[in-house]
């Protein structure tokens, strides 16, 4: 008999879904391209759902921090997370611990995605990527890039690239993109691979230099900026994403509610101008596009964390 009440309050439980404020986590801290991400997608979630959504932001761990605090989290639909790359690939791979694991996790959609740009400080005398290999190799190990934390996007992508140009230099990690960029802006670091959110108004103010875009195609924010096969690096590409996903047995119903809800959002015009002038694509894909989407990029982000031979505690 309380097995039956349970169900039949569960069924009840979902069927006035959502009854009270959704809580969106994010793994990085206030002001860096996922918190700017969530917050513009959420205003427009709280519209269509009637109920306020809420940033978490739980920065660090390379996201670990607040994937596992969503992991751990009640399976009622009112936890959602933006995840990046790094949960979702790269970390389990890369760590010898990990604090979740991705059957925690129940996919809802593919939410952006995202190119990077490789930039440097402008007090740096180099006008072009060619110019900065060259700078680099007569300085080896002088250099320092930073990254949004170990083990994600902007420190493989450095890696990545430094392989491929052949240079040695300094990885200093950072608790997320802003904090980052920050050091960046004062010279503490010389250069480093961002999601071009949050690099819009510094490259168009020239307080920081972009040489080139990770990307197949020029981007129209940056019509000057070639891409990596237009100097000579056309391996070097980086496509960032981040996804949504809810603790894995929130149920089936709550999830389809979930994910039509951000895929709408998500191709509402609002959304997609807003990100889309800071070179954020926006998808909103259905959740079985999302599982090929993960299986695909993890196949080759496992093969760049393998080839890099990078190993993190």
Known sequence: MIAVASAFATAAAAQNYPAKPIRLVVGFPAGGPADIIARTTGQKLS?????????????????MIAAENVAKSAPDGYTTHLAGVGVM???????????????????????VKVPEALVVHPALPVKTTREFIALAKARPGELNYG????GGVPHLAAELFNTAAGIKANHIPYKGAAPAVADMLGGHTQYGFWDTPILVPHVGSGKLRALFIATANRWQGFPSVPTSAEVGLPAVIIDNWY????????????IAQLQGAFAKALQSPEVRDRLGAQGVVTVGSTTEEMVTHLKVETEKWVRVAKATGISLD
Request: charged share 10%; hydrophobic share 45%.
């Open 243 to 254: 996804c949504i996903v809810v603790p894995a047995a929130t149920p089936k119903n709550i």
């Open 147 to 150: 990254s949004a934390g170990s």
């Open 47 to 63: 519209e269509l759902l009637g109920q306020q959504v809420v940033i978490d932001n739980r920065g660090g761990a390379s996201g």
């Open 89 to 111: 690939t790269t970390n389990p791979v890369l760590y010898k611990k990990v604090p979740y694991a991705l059957s925690d996790f129940a996919l809802v959609t593919l939410a």
